[in-house]
Each structure stands twice: as structure tokens, then as C-alpha cells.
């Protein structure tokens, strides 16, 4: 596609420290909102997200945004750094709540019900949509409490049995038991980085989640820590809706079904992922994708 909007053009010529303000500076990105392009709609949606903004004060950084988000699908938000896919991405379990300045407008639900609802049980919610954050957070706990600790709080294991149980199945799942089941009672922090990473996996799908939520899930492993995560995203995907933010390409395309590219907090483009990265629709995915800024 060589179809570049000329002053975008001239902007990326500019030299790469002054790019970004530059290009944001010189393009009038007003005309991609509500426009985006490729397939960001499904038949059967977990999540049906409707002219969603998001503020902080009066900063509005995601910019009227429509997507569904498929069951057992895996979808990767890629684009420049500052574009909103982590604004974006909390929106989804109500992280933003968190922060005093954050509003959420537009319409947001999961299977049919309202994500915002003032009456819906926001731990219920995150409990149902996990997440894991780019930085491994284990609890300064043995292993085995790190991935007890949901399953205590929301009730689900009546006995001991029960607990070393939904333990085992989710270090099973998280691709860690075999390195981990005889030090159970060990120090979480004392794993390696992948390692802690699988075990912040396990402690979000010990509660038996529908979506996990992840934030750049790799960006503080080795390739060799980043190949397993990749592995095991494919594996968790045929139970559980993944959402990921990234920022390596080859991981969006290794990992995900469809892919969503976002710019200065519009949805640019949405499609299958081989699409997205041999024939993208629009030019500033093509842009981004090259390299050409970003
Ligand atoms: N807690 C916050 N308070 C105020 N502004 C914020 C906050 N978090 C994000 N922003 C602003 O919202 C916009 C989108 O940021 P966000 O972190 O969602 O982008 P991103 O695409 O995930 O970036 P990156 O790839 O660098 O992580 C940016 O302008 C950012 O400065």
C-alpha cells in the first residue's frame, strides 16, 4: 500500500527521537474515530464494548472505540506506545476504577450484562476476568498460597482436599507443576522471572476465570521464559478468552486469532492476524507494522 497521507509522510522522515510528538502534532487523527476498519465485530460476543471513552481529568484517551471480543478467542492489541491498549484493557475488569481521575463512558458487556452496572460485584467480576501484569507480582507467600489465596477468599474448596486439588490443576495448567511440586511451600518470589510469571497465570485461573486479561506478559522474560508463556497462551486459549497487550509483533502474530491495531486512542483496524500483518487495510497499520513509526 503505498498510499500515505502526505504530511503523516513528511513526519516520518523526521528524525526518531521527534516522531511521535511530531506526528501527533501535524495529524488530524479526529477523522479515524468511530472508523474502524477489518472485522471488529463477532456473531456470539463475550464482550460487546460500544462507543467506549475513557478520561483521565480531561485527557480523553481512548476515543469512542467499538469491539466484541469472541469466546475462547485470542486477541492482541498492538500500537505506538501511549495509544490505550492498557486503558483499554482495564476497562474490561474495572481496573480504572482505581485510579481517582478515570472515567469510563459508552456501553460495556459482558455476556449481555453491563460491566459498569453500580450494583455488579466488582471482585465477582474480576474473578470471572483475570489478569496478569507485565511485571510478575507474586505475593511474598509460599507457592501453594499464592494460587490458594483466590480460591480462599471466594469460597470455592470446602476442605483441604479440595484446595490441593484446584492448587495442582492450576500449576498443571500454568505449565509449572513438574518444576514446582515439592517446594510447594517455598517462597513465590524466590522462582525466576518466567517462573513467577506462570505462577501469577496459575493464581488467575485458579478461580476459574472466563477471560484472562494480559499486559504485556513477556516484556520482563528471556526469549526462552517468552516462548513458554506463548506456549501456554495457546493452550489456555482453548478454555479461556485471552486478551493480550503487546508490544513484539512476532507475539501477536505467534499467539492470537485476530489482532487490533490502535493509534493515538482510536481502533484503527481489527482482523485476522495473518491479515493484519500481510495485507493490513489501513496505512497507518501498515505504518506500524513496517516500523515506520511506533
Ligand atoms: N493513571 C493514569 N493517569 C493519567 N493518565 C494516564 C494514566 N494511565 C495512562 N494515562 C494516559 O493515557 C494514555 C494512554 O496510556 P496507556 O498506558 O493506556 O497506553 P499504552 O498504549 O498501553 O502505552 P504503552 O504501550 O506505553 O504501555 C496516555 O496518554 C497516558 O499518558
Not at 187 to 214: K, N, Y
Request: with cysteine; aromatic share 6%.
Amino acid at each position: 500500500m503505498n498510499t500515505m497521507n502526505p504530511s503523516l509522510t513528511n513526519t516520518l522522515e523526521t528524525p526518531e527521537e521527534e516522531q511521535v510528538p511530531q506526528a501527533e502534532a501535524t495529524f488530524d487523527d479526529s477523522k479515524l474515530e468511530g472508523k474502524t476498519v477489518g472485522s471488529p465485530f463477532v456473531s456470539d460476543p463475550k464482550f460487546s464494548l460500544r462507543n467506549v471513552e475513557v478520561f483521565y481529568g480531561q485527557n480523553r484517551a481512548i476515543k469512542g472505540i467499538s469491539l466484541d471480543i469472541a469466546k475462547n478467542e485470542v486477541i492482541s492489541f498492538i500500537g505506538p506506545s501511549g495509544c490505550g491498549k492498557s486503558t483499554f484493557l482495564r476497562c474490561l475488569n474495572r481496573m480504572n476504577d482505581s485510579i481517582d481521575i478515570c472515567r469510563v463512558k459508552g456501553e460495556l458487556t459482558l455476556d449481555g450484562n453491563d460491566i459498569y452496572d453500580p450494583k455488579r460485584d466488582v471482585v465477582e467480576l474480576r474473578a470471572r476476568v483475570g489478569m496478569v501484569f507485565q511485571k510478575p507480582n507474586p505475593f511474598p507467600k509460599s507457592i501453594y498460597d499464592n494460587v490458594a489465596y483466590g480460591p480462599r477468599i471466594h469460597g470455592l474448596a470446602n476442605r483441604k482436599s479440595d484446595l490441593d486439588d484446584i492448587v495442582e490443576k492450576s500449576l498443571r495448567g500454568a505449565g509449572l507443576w513438574n518444576e514446582v511440586k515439592d517446594r510447594l511451600d517455598t517462597t513465590g518470589t524466590g522462582l525466576s522471572g518466567g517462573q513467577q510469571q506462570r505462577l501469577c497465570i496459575a493464581r488467575a485461573i485458579a478461580v476459574s476465570p472466563e477471560v484472562v486479561l494480559m499486559d504485556e506478559p513477556c516484556s520482563a522474560l528471556d526469549p526462552i521464559a517468552t516462548a513458554r508463556i506463548e506456549e501456554l497462551i495457546s493452550e489456555l486459549s482453548e478454555s479461556y478468552t485471552i486478551i493480550i497487550v503487546t508490544h513484539s509483533m512476532q507475539q501477536a502474530a505467534r499467539v492470537s486469532h485476530r489482532t487490533a491495531y490502535f493509534h493515538l486512542g482510536h481502533l484503527v483496524e481489527v482482523n485476522e492476524t495473518n491479515k493484519v500483518f500481510t495485507s493490513p487495510e489501513h496505512e497507518l497499520t501498515e505504518s506500524y507494522i513496517t516500523g515506520r513509526f511506533g
